[in-house]
């Protein structure tokens, strides 16, 4: 269903939301970027960003310690 | 319904930074504030100036020492332990502290300052080096990387004067 997967999986903040950035950079208005990771500050972080940038935060939940975002791009 | 986006000029925020301290655990504030705002929409300028502007220099060598951090707690054999000033003192105790940090970084998955450093660059981060500084601690333009401009007291004020946020790092 997304557009693209980032695995973000063992990286700390802020490298997540950097990667992301990146990503979104290259991507259409609209499309969906889903990150898996495993720091547990990126819940809070994805949601500020996600604030900030005028994304939206689609998807947000966590299983087996893995954290799983979908994000669809401004 | 998402927030506004910050693309509208009118509403775009911005920070600038003044980075003064040069240790290895003191690089990692400001480089991480910046590029996580930067992602964030935010327009950004950083000041290195006194021991922060050797964190420009071309081939990074970050030191952090114990001696004397009393907050310097590392994890250790299942708790915290802290250094004793004594042992801190020793040769080698720097070093060895730095590479054991820097190990702990890989360790944790936590950037470098290396890849931080070139992220702030890719993202277009306005990176100012202190004339000042750089003139009395005789360092050369040709020995840092490409990016930073030069500037001084009055080239930070200015950006000061315009940026929401103020950080003195």
Redesign the interface.
């Known amino acids: 269903m997304a557009d693209e997967i980032l695995d973000t999986k063992g990286l700390n903040c802020p490298l997540p939301i950097l990667k992301a950035k990146k990503a979104l950079k290259k991507m259409a208005s609209g499309s969906l970027l889903e990150v898996h990771a495993t720091d547990p500050g990126a819940t809070a972080d994805f949601e500020a960003f996600c604030r900030q940038t005028g994304c939206d935060l689609i998807e947000s939940g966590e299983e087996g310690g893995v954290y799983r975002f979908v994000i669809k791009n401004a | 319904m998402?927030?506004?986006?910050?693309?509208d000029l009118a509403n775009a925020?911005s920070m600038s930074l003044i980075v003064t301290k040069g240790t290895l655990d003191w690089a990692y504030p400001p480089f991480?504030l910046a590029?996580?705002a930067a992602?964030?929409?935010?327009k950004v300028s950083m000041f290195f100036t006194f021991y922060g502007l050797p964190l420009l220099l071309k081939k990074l060598d970050l030191q952090v020492s114990p001696l004397g951090n009393a907050a310097m707690k590392m994890p250790m054999a299942g708790g915290h332990m802290a250094m004793p000033n004594m042992l801190a003192m020793l040769p080698g105790a720097t070093a060895g502290t730095s590479v054991m940090m820097k190990n702990l970084m890989k360790k944790?998955?936590?950037?470098s300052i290396e890849d931080?450093r070139e992220?702030a660059v890719e993202?277009e981060i306005d990176m100012i080096a202190c004339q000042m500084t750089m003139d009395l601690f005789e360092y050369d333009l040709k020995d840092m990387i490409e990016g930073p401009r030069l500037g001084g007291a009055a080239t930070f004020m200015e950006n000061a004067l315009n940026s929401d946020i103020n950080l003195f790092i």
């Open positions: 998402s927030a506004a986006a910050t693309t925020k991480i590029t996580t992602a964030m929409d935010v944790k998955g936590v950037a931080l992220a993202s």
